[in-house]
């Protein structure tokens, strides 16, 4: 959505505070309890950045790349529930965060992002550093605001921080035009919403919910699909409840991790791509799939004309309508906020007829665990998140970047809390982990974060190491680094019969002596012993740290589901 804005008249008396745009940008920023915002000037937001000279209230972070701004916001957003902000100037400022926007969008996080543009006078001339922002990110935005009139700023700040935070949550674009941002005006901050068309979550159905719970009475081998909307709606408490008392087993997606507790014996693992055998056949022989906040994506279902061939019933909980049906045929829908809804069910859930359902899966769990061939004399990735997992207690929040690092730590990582892992699922966005961390840490100074990379993601935003060094940001950086495009490897030996093309990454550079030249405590390990050591000494180290665990280039992620067939028809790896 666009909203175009006209110019109003008002006019002041001598005792109203007159201020500028800039000015006015940064209170309501203020007003709307931001904490921290990262970005990068350029000429057309320089008003705006000669107005935080004087504002010491106002907390900036200077990243090395718009790209990286928009990532912090975002993890930011995500490890603490609130909305997350950055700023990048016109044109080439402005197109940078298009990929943290559309990451933002695919994961429905609640960013601000702020963009400055070229002045009125100019526009539609292809003025120097203009680009058409709002058109450009109309696709990957819950809306956008164009400001031609410094009047409509107040307003607009207020209702892009409640649009952002509310319903399906998501990024909206502020686009403001250099002459507007030096534009005066009497200042009054706005303290009240009025959207004629907008609404956010649904007052859920009680008729709704009480045909599920019907439903749940009626089935014999009902799953939960937990997804991100558990997290993102803060209902882990209320899922937890609902499924002791139905006692219902959990199959969680990627972005659902966190959101239901990893050592409940209700929990049956991740389930997709690279999930567990216990979680991908619960849901081939389950009678009843109640998908609470996960949208169905082509990462979970794989085949879809064989996807649950054995369900009778598809149930979903969800805020937003448009998911209902989208990809997957819904018998019985609960449109609204899930917490409303779980709030709701717990008052009337009773025990399902699980228990043989459930001795069935606990033998999937016990004959099929995830696994892997350990050694003394290298170091295997698996080893290394299960070593971080014992050593954090599961507590730590953990940001990963995109590959197989990412899906080795969603499976031997033990995820105890929601908002504790932080990695990109629907768009997949390489580069993201890194700054994500530096956001999270930014947001959640007392907890311990952890961010995991491969050698390849980790080059495309490595330069936020400044970030960690200027404002000793504690992040634990770690590096598993293959020398390989780990997941392209992966699937050019499994699906393009060995042919490997384009993956090597041998060529990157000493990731210790990058890390040292940035002003961090750079270590490395080599094999299992030097593992454990250097761990330690990161973790005890009170500064950001950069971890290198040197891998084996050939080791895979399973199992494995190759696109095209269904989640039963697994790559178990270990004896295959």
């Known amino acids: 959505m666009e909203q175009q804005l006209g110019m109003t008249n008002e006019t002041t008396t001598s005792s109203e505070e007159y201020i500028t745009g800039s000015e006015v940008l940064l209170r309501g920023l203020l007003q709307e309890g931001v904490e921290c915002v990262f970005g990068y000037p350029g000429g057309n937001v320089l008003y705006i950045y000669d107005a935080m ?52 969008y695919m994961d429905s996080v609640p960013l601000v992002v ?16 203009e680009a058409d922002i709002i058109s450009i990110t109309m696709p990957i935005t819950k809306h956008s605001y164009m ?52 609404h956010g979550a649904p007052e859920p159905n009680p008729a709704e919910i009480d045909a599920l719970l019907q439903a749940i009475a009626e089935a014999r081998k009902p799953v939960i699909i937990a997804g ?8 882990s408490q209320e899922l937890i409840k609902f499924v002791h008392t139905t006692r219902i087993p959990v199959a969680t997606t990627l972005l659902g991790l966190g959101g239901f507790p990893s050592d409940d014996e209700m929990w049956l693992g991740m389930l997709g791509h690279h999930g567990v055998y216990a979680a991908n056949m619960a849901v081939q022989n389950t009678d009843l799939i109640i998908s609470i906040g996960s949208r169905f994506d082509d990462r979970v279902t794989m085949k879809l004309d064989g996807f649950a061939p054995q369900a009778k019933r598809i ?19 609960c449109i609204g906020d899930i917490k409303n809804v779980l709030v709701y069910a717990n008052t009337k859930a009773q025990a399902a007829q699980t228990g043989t359902w459930f001795e069935q899966l606990q033998e999937y769990k016990v004959q099929h665990p995830l696994r892997y061939t350990d050694s003394d004399t290298v170091i295997k990735p698996q080893y290394v998140l299960e070593m971080i997992s014992e050593t954090t207690q599961g507590d730590a929040i953990i940001t990963t970047d995109v590959g197989q690092h990412q899906m080795w730590t969603a499976q031997f990582y033990r995820f105890k809390h929601p908002r ?16 994500a961390a530096i956001g999270a840490k ?27 060094a200027i404002h000793q940001i504690p992040v634990k950086i770690v590096v598993l680094n293959n020398q390989v ?76 589901v190759l696109a095209g067939t269904p989640l039963d028809q697994m790559i178990l790896g270990y004896d295959e």
């Open 53 to 104: 000279v004087h504002q010491p209230d106002f907390k900036h972070i200077l990243t090395r790349h718009e790209q990286g701004a928009i990532h912090a916001a975002d993890g930011y957003a995500r490890s603490t529930g609130k909305v997350g902000v950055c700023i990048a100037t016109s044109g080439p400022g402005a197109t940078n965060l298009v990929t943290g926007i559309a990451t933002a």
């Open 114 to 129: 702020i963009t400055g543009n070229v002045s009125t006078t100019v526009m539609g001339t292809d003025a120097f550093q």
């Open 147 to 198: 400001v031609r009139d410094v009047h409509d700023l107040p307003r607009i700040i207020h209702e892009a921080f409640y649009i952002a935070n509310t319903g399906r949550k998501g990024p909206v674009l502020i686009d403001i035009p250099k002459d507007v941002t030096n534009q005066r005006m009497a200042y009054c901050p706005a303290d009240t919403v009025q959207l004629r068309g907008y």
């Open 228 to 235: 991100g909307g558990v997290v993102y709606s803060n209902s």
């Open 315 to 333: 149930a979903h909980i969800d805020i937003d309508p448009a998911e209902i049906g989208k990809n997957v045929k819904t018998d019985l829908a």
């Open 420 to 435: 504790s892992l932080i990695t990109s699922g629907g768009l997949g966005t390489m580069g993201f982990g890194f700054p």
């Open 442 to 468: 930014v947001g959640n100074p007392d907890r311990l974060v952890v961010s995991i990379n491969g050698d390849g993601g980790m080059q495309m935003c490595a330069q936020e190491m400044a970030i960690c």
């Open 485 to 560: 495009l780990g997941m392209v490897k992966q699937q050019q030996e499994l699906m393009y019969e060995r042919r490997y093309s384009q993956i090597d990454l041998s060529g990157s550079p000493d990731f210790v002596k990058l890390a040292e030249a940035y002003g961090i405590k750079g270590l490395r390990a080599t094999n299992k012993a030097e593992a454990s050591k250097v761990w330690l000494e990161a973790l005890q180290t009170t500064g950001p740290v950069l971890v290198e665990f040197v891998i084996p280039t050939n080791e895979n992620v399973y199992p494995m």
